[in-house]
C-alpha cells in the first residue's frame, strides 16, 4: 500500500478503539457485545468516518484494496473452512488415559494447520470433553488443547491461522510457512511431554470409582460427513494452486473480475456442496452448528480492516522512527499485542512496519551488517519484508494468541463448550496467572532465544 499522502498519528486512533472493544467490550457490557449486530453497529461508526477520509484524501485504490482484496477473500476462506469443518462430525467416548489425551491433542495440533485452528479445535473439542468426562481433574487437558490446537498447531500454512493468511495475500507464498516447522515441532513436542506429565500426575490423583466408569462407559470412534474432507483437500488446493503466483494472469491489473476472485469462487462452490451434501443431522444436531460465530468474525473485521487502512500507511511512513529495529522486538511487540488484541491486525500492523524501514535498519533487523565496502550483505526478502522478520511476526501472532482467552477466537468458543460440559474453567486472570504465564510464556521464549 504505498501512497505520497502523510498520514497523521490521529488517523489510528479508530483503528485502536476498534480493536479496545474487541478486547474490553466482552467483560464490561458482556450481554450487549453478544449481539452481532451491535458488533456490526461498532464497526459502521468507527469504519465508515474513515472510509469517508480516506475517499476526500484520495485514498480510493487503497481502500478498495483493503475492502476486496484483503476483506473479502478473508471472509470468504474463513467461511469455506468454517462450513467445511461444519460438517465433520466425531463422536464417541474411550479410555482417557493420558496417551490417549495425548494423542488427541497431537491430532488437532497437526490438523490445526490443515483446516484451521477453528476447524480442529470445533472438530476435536467434544469428543475430548466426551472421553474425559467420567474424569474429576480436566481443567488442564482444555488449557492445553487451547495452546496446541487453538493456536500454536496452526502454523505450518496460511490456512492454519488468519493473521498467516492474511501474510500470505501479501507476497508469502503457501509452502513459505512450512519453513517454520522447526519452531512449530519443537513447541508442539515441549507442550504434548508436557501434557503427558501433567495428565499422568492427575491420572494417579483420581478416584479409583471415576476411573472404573470411564473403563465401562465406552463408545468407539465414529466419523461422520467424511465427504467434506474431499470439500477441505479442495479449500487447500484452492489456497496453495490459484493465486498470482501459479497464474500470474490473476495478479494483472486489468484482469477480469472473475479470474482476479478465482480462488474465491472456487471456495464458495466447495461450501456449497459441502451444505449440499452433508447431512442436517450431522451438522445442525450433532455438530449444533449456527451462523452466528461466522456473522460475529465479518461484523468485526469489516470494522478492523476500514479502520486498519491508514493506520498501516502511518505504520509503514513512520517505522524507522519507531525504535523497532532488531527481530526480537518485533517478536516480543507482536506477541504483546496479539496476546490482548486480535492476532489478525496486529501481525498486518508490524509487517506494515517492516516494509517501511530503510535497508539499513532491515539488515540491522536481520543480523547482518555492511562490510568493508560498505555495503550490505544479502538479505533473503519474503513478502518484501527479510524472512526472519516475517518468521518473528508469524511465529508471535500464531503462538501469542493463546496467552489469553481473546488473543485468538478459538480460545472463548472451547472454553464455552468446556463449561457447557460443566468444567470450572479459570477467570481471564486466572488463566493467564495459572497457565499461560508459567507454561506459554517460558516456551516462547525459548523459541526466540533458539530460532530468531
Known amino acids: 500500500m504505498e501512497t505520497t499522502l502523510k498520514m497523521h498519528a490521529w488517523t489510528m486512533i479508530p483503528f485502536a478503539i476498534m480493536l479496545l472493544a474487541i478486547a474490553v467490550a466482552p467483560m464490561v457490557a458482556e450481554k450487549w457485545w453478544e449481539s452481532n449486530r451491535n458488533k456490526l453497529i461498532v464497526s459502521c461508526v468507527l469504519g465508515i468516518p474513515v472510509a469517508a477520509y480516506m475517499l476526500v484524501q484520495g485514498l480510493s485504490q487503497e481502500l478498495i484494496h483493503t475492502i476486496f482484496f484483503d476483506y473479502v477473500p478473508f471472509i470468504i476462506l474463513l467461511l469455506a473452512l ?3 469443518t461444519g460438517g465433520i462430525h466425531l463422536s464417541g467416548d474411550i479410555k482417557a488415559k493420558p496417551w490417549i489425551n495425548t494423542t488427541f491433542l497431537a491430532i488437532g495440533f497437526v490438523l ?3 483446516m484451521g485452528t477453528t476447524g480442529a479445535a470445533m472438530l476435536l473439542i467434544r469428543p475430548l470433553l466426551t472421553t474425559n468426562q467420567q474424569r474429576k ?29 492474511m501474510l500470505f495475500l501479501r507476497g508469502a507464498s503457501f509452502t513459505w510457512f512450512a519453513t517454520l516447522w522447526k519452531e512449530w515441532l519443537f513447541t508442539g513436542a515441549v507442550l504434548l511431554v508436557t501434557y503427558f506429565l501433567v495428565d499422568t500426575y492427575y491420572y494417579k490423583k483420581e478416584h479409583w470409582t471415576a476411573l472404573s466408569a ?84 465479518a461484523a468485526l ?23 523497532l529495529s532488531e527481530t526480537w522486538q518485533f517478536y516480543y511487540a507482536t506477541g504483546l499485542l496479539s496476546s490482548f488484541l486480535d492476532n489478525t491486525p496486529t501481525a498486518v500492523a508490524f509487517w ?9 535498519l532491515q539488515a540491522m533487523a536481520s543480523g547482518l551488517l555492511e562490510n568493508g565496502n560498505g555495503v550490505v550483505e544479502s538479505v533473503n526478502y519474503v513478502a518484501k519484508v527479510p524472512e526472519i522478520l516475517l518468521s518473528a511476526i508469524s511465529i508471535a501472532a500464531v ?23 460443566h468444567i470450572k474453567m479459570p477467570s481471564f486472570f486466572g488463566y493467564m496467572i495459572r497457565f499461560s504465564l508459567i507454561c506459554l510464556l517460558p516456551l516462547y521464549i525459548l523459541v526466540q532465544l533458539i530460532f530468531l
Open 214 to 297: 470411564d473403563s465401562r462407559e465406552q463408545e468407539p470412534l465414529k466419523l461422520t460427513g467424511c465427504i467434506n474432507f474431499i470439500w477441505l483437500i479442495g479449500v487447500v488446493c484452492s489456497v496453495a494452486f490459484l493465486n498470482a503466483g501459479t497464474i500470474p494472469a490473476m495478479g494483472e491489473h486489468d484482469a477480469p473480475l472473475y479470474l482476479k476472485y478465482l480462488r474465491e469462487i472456487v471456495m464458495v462452490i466447495l461450501l456449497l456442496l459441502s451444505l449440499i451434501t452433508t447431512k442436517k443431522k450431522v451438522r445442525y444436531v450433532d455438530n449444533k452448528f449456527t451462523w452466528a460465530p461466522i456473522l460475529e468474525v
Open 112 to 114: 490445526a494447520s490443515i
Open 82 to 84: 468454517f462450513v467445511i
Open 301 to 323: 473485521f469489516i470494522g478492523i480492516f476500514t479502520t486498519m487502512a491508514p493506520a498501516l500507511i502511518f505504520l509503514e511512513q513512520k517505522a524507522s522512527s519507531l525504535g
Open 352 to 360: 506494515s512496519m517492516a516494509t517501511g524501514l530503510p535497508d539499513s
Open 137 to 165: 481433574y480436566t481443567v488442564h487437558t482444555v488449557l492445553f488443547f487451547i495452546a496446541l490446537v487453538a493456536n500454536c498447531g496452526g502454523l505450518m500454512t496460511p490456512l492454519g491461522d488468519p493473521p498467516l493468511f
Open 399 to 421: 503462538f501469542f494468541g493463546a496467552m489469553t482467552y481473546i488473543g485468538n477466537g478459538p480460545n472463548f468458543m472451547v472454553k464455552a463448550i468446556a463449561e457447557e460440559n
